[in-house]
Nanobody, 127 residues
Framework: QVQLAESGGGSAQAGGSLRLSCAVSGLTADYWCMGWFRQAPGKKREGVASLDSDRDTNYANSVKGRFTISEDTQTNLYLQMNDLTPADTAMYYC??????????????????????WGQGTQVTVFP
């Protein structure tokens, strides 16, 4: 069974950087789509970035040019977050679905397309 465990959240000043990690275990599929979603208090859940087994990536417009998604031998997923703003404050979740590709529209939805979810890690950005 696939399990996801996030780490690396914390606090940063605006303009600073954080790197989130997600440890992936139990993945046996050859094809997958992994990503990051976030949810701020009182707001809808939103997609941040995704990466598939072909190493194609998708990003939400709000993070393009600032965030970078990457993975390491299918066992770790990362999200490098630079030039943080208070608007990036949220709980960040690692997600995964066993399928051939990621689609950009998945980040526009609420994430129900992703079968597996981590517990989340909090990111707080101060002005």
């Amino acid at each position: 069974q696939v399990q996801l465990a996030e780490s690396g959240g914390g606090s940063a000043q605006a303009g600073g950087s954080l790197r989130l990690s997600c440890a992936v275990s139990g993945l046996t599929a050859d094809y997958w789509c992994m990503g990051w979603f976030r949810q701020a208090p009182g707001k809808k859940r939103e997609g941040v970035a995704s990466l598939d087994s072909d190493r194609d990536t998708n990003y939400a417009n709000s993070v393009k040019g600032r965030f970078t998604i990457s993975e390491d031998t299918q066992t770790n997923l990362y999200l490098q977050m630079n030039d943080l703003t208070p608007a990036d404050t949220a709980m960040y979740y690692c997600v995964l679905v066993e399928r051939n590709y990621c689609f950009s529209w998945q980040l526009s939805g609420d994430g129900t397309d992703f079968k597996h979810w981590g517990q989340g890690t909090q990111v707080t950005v101060f002005p």
